[in-house]
Structures are given as structure tokens and as C-alpha cells.
């Protein structure tokens, strides 16, 4: 139907929100293609420190809380550490190396 106008004079420039100004810029287009797949945790898949076990650790990233963890699926070790929101599964596991490091 036709848009309901709230000025009587027609507007000299484009307001946000009008359907010129909003053309092109759809929220919708502009959503990369969606990357991540988390039912295979493939790049999330890590040798865990502690027992050796290849690709035995699952990170899963709680962007919620700001909290990454990482945990082996052999010897049930985790650890936990705060991420941003540019954070990566391998930030988890390069901290989780690092605190190993560091506790040794």
C-alpha cells in the first residue's frame, strides 16, 4: 500500500528507514555464508597435553559467559579460560598449553 507520510512536504534528502535509503543495505545480505559447522568438530579437534591422544580434545566455545572450554574425551581433562568474541577453539587450546607450560 502506499507509505504513510508524517510530513506534508516531500523530504529533500534520504532518511534511514525509508525504502530508498534502506535499498542495497539488507540486513539480510549482508550475513557472510555461514563458515562453521559445529556437528564436525573437525578444527576443533586438538591432541590433548596431558595423555598424547590426537584430536581427543572438543572445544566448545560459550560465548555467553565469555568462556572457552576445552576438554579431552580420553583422560577427561579441562580446562577453562576467557575468551572475546575473536576468539578461536585454537586460542583455547594454545591457553591451555600455555598454563601447562607454565604450571611445569
Known amino acids: 500500500g502506499p507509505t504513510p507520510v ?11 528507514g525509508s525504502g530508498a535509503a534502506a535499498m542495497g543495505r539488507r540486513k539480510s545480505k549482508r550475513k557472510p ?6 556437528t564436525g568438530t573437525l578444527e576443533t579437534q586438538f591432541t ?11 572445544v566448545k566455545m560459550d560465548r555467553a559467559r ?15 579460560t576467557p575468551i ?10 594454545s591457553d591451555w598449553i600455555d598454563a601447562c607450560e607454565a604450571a611445569n
Open 33 to 38: 555464508p555461514p563458515k562453521k559447522k559445529m
Open 84 to 93: 572475546t568474541y575473536l576468539s578461536e577453539p585454537v586460542d583455547v587450546y
Open 66 to 80: 565469555n568462556t572457552g572450554v576445552i576438554s579431552c574425551t580420553v583422560c577427561l581433562e579441562e580446562f577453562q
Open 48 to 58: 590433548c597435553p596431558f595423555c598424547n591422544h590426537e584430536k581427543s580434545c572438543d
Open 6 to 16: 508524517s510530513f506534508p512536504f516531500p523530504r529533500p534528502f534520504p532518511v534511514p
